[in-house]
């Protein structure tokens, strides 16, 4: 048995009841981060898990579950949006948990964490394009437009602006120069929720293409899947939840309602899914043990038995 983690799986349990593992089953733990759920699933049927993350720091994790399941274990470091190229077998189950682990955010040198100053990095995979270099090369707006649709942040111009005027005077390098650049534009006050918050989301969201991967990670899972096969997601904000609930909608032939503005999707694609679950929330018992959980949502498919026309 492997020991306790400090990344505390999130929803376990529900994601256990929803893809349902079973012996002699191969599934994919798309974002294996500390290995929770693929120790779950290993524990639960004599089944085969292949692991996939982004980021070369779970490797040696990786390694422990290899010495201690053999076989029915691999891992793979890549990006789930290439799941159809990463796997070369039909697969029974799929589940992505999306976002960063918690030793990502903890350790500081990562730069993901607005309360730590370090360089602004952000990169999940260890290479790409940084933080850093996003916010002191896009344009001014550019960076609004990040800011607004990955942040959902209202004063995304006057941020921008902001950036702009700083990074003239000097680069903006630092997690603290960036925190201190919305703190400019946003009082911080106690008791609130750091105002922070939401321009480092759109940053991190940009920073590793987080929502682009999603889109493709769901769509190549679910040509990787056998009939009967399982996907589960479980997202931590709106923008994730909206693509999963979408995605789901349109492949099981429900019509997804994008915008009132706009006519309803329906496109005539075969009803590859036969069930998709609502929006499964963790119970307060979990949210109050792990203040993590709080805004997770747990959404579940099932491929068809055979195909439609
Ligand atoms: C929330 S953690 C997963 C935690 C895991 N379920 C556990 O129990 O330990 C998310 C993990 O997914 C990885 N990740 C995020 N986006 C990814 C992507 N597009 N491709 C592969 N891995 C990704 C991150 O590097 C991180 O390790």
């Known amino acids: 048995m492997i020991n306790q983690t400090p990344h505390i799986p999130v929803m376990l349990d529900e994601m256990l009841a929803a893809i349902s593992p079973q012996n002699d089953k191969i599934y994919v733990d798309a974002t294996f981060g500390n290995g929770g759920y693929t120790k779950a699933l290993l524990d639960a049927a004599k089944c085969q898990v292949i ?7 779970t490797q040696s994790r990786a390694e422990e579950f290899k010495q201690i399941y053999g076989s029915r274990f691999n891992f793979i470091n890549g990006c789930f949006g290439n799941i159809e190229q990463l796997i070369d077998k039909p697969i029974d189950g799929v589940v992505f948990d ?10 500081k040198e990562r730069g993901f964490s607005y309360n730590k100053d370090a360089p602004l990095d952000m990169r999940m995979s260890c290479n790409g394009l940084s933080a850093a270099y996003l916010i002191n090369n896009l344009n001014e707006k550019q960076l609004a437009d990040i800011i607004y649709k990955y942040g959902e942040e209202k004063k995304s111009r006057q941020i921008a602006a902001k950036i702009v ?3 003239k005077i000097k680069p903006i390098e630092t997690t603290k120069q960036l925190a201190e650049i919305v703190y400019q534009v946003i009082f911080k006050k106690n008791g609130q ?5 939401r321009t480092f989301q759109a940053i991190r969201i940009a920073v590793n293409d987080e929502l682009g991967e999603l889109d493709r990670g769901l769509n190549g899972a679910l040509s990787c899947l056998n009939y009967g096969g399982r996907m589960v997601v479980i997202t931590f904000h709106s923008l994730e939840d909206r693509i999963v609930k979408n995605f789901f909608n349109q492949k099981s032939g429900k019509k997804s309602h994008v915008s009132r503005y706009l006519p309803d999707i329906n496109d ?16 307060l018992a ?9 805004s997770a949502k ?11 026309k």
């Open 298 to 308: 747990l959404r579940y498919a099932i491929k068809n038995d055979k195909e439609t």
């Open 98 to 107: 999306i976002g960063v682990s918690s030793m990502q955010v903890d350790q």
């Open 165 to 167: 005027q700083q990074r």
């Open 51 to 57: 692991a996939i993350d982004r980021d070369p720091n």
């Open 268 to 283: 005539n694609k075969p009803n590859v899914f036969s069930f998709c679950s609502k929006a499964i929330r963790p119970s």
């Open 193 to 197: 929720p750091d105002p922070a918050a």
């Open 286 to 294: 979990e949210i109050e043990a792990n203040p993590r959980a709080h």
